[in-house]
């Protein structure tokens, strides 16, 4: 019943700029912390941004000041605005959905990737 759906990844030169889609049905995103989440070959999966019901977000230091989230409630997606990408940026990026109440998203999208590389 709830699907998320990525997409926007590719390959990108460093200092480049990138923006990801999440295409939400079955929940109304405005309800729910969305996120997005990131993982490289040989690092465990780390969440880097998220953005909850009243507007606020967070974002992991790697990231803060680089990338941004944001959303439409009226289309029901999420954003990841990348800018000035770098090459330890390159992951498979996936989208997920957590109840405010829970510490753990309750669905999760298939990812997209992203390369940074010249």
């Known amino acids: 019943q709830v699907q998320l759906v990525e997409s926007g990844g590719g390959l990108v030169q460093p200092g480049g700029s990138l923006r990801l889609t999440c295409a939400a049905s079955g929940i109304d995103i405005v309800a729910y912390a969305m996120g997005w989440y990131r993982q490289a070959p040989g690092k465990e999966r780390e969440l880097v941004a998220e953005?909850?019901?009243?507007?606020?977000?967070k974002y992991a230091g790697s990231v803060k000041d680089r990338f941004t989230i944001s959303r439409d409630g009226t289309k029901n997606t999420v954003y990841l605005q990348m800018q000035d990408v770098k090459p330890d940026d390159t992951a498979v990026y996936s989208c997920?959905?957590?109840?405010?109440?829970?510490?753990?998203?309750?669905?999760w999208g298939q990812g997209t990737q992203v390369t940074v590389s010249s």
């Open positions: 997920s959905a957590r109840e405010v109440t829970d510490n753990v998203p309750l669905q």
């Open positions: 953005i909850i019901h009243g507007g606020w977000t």
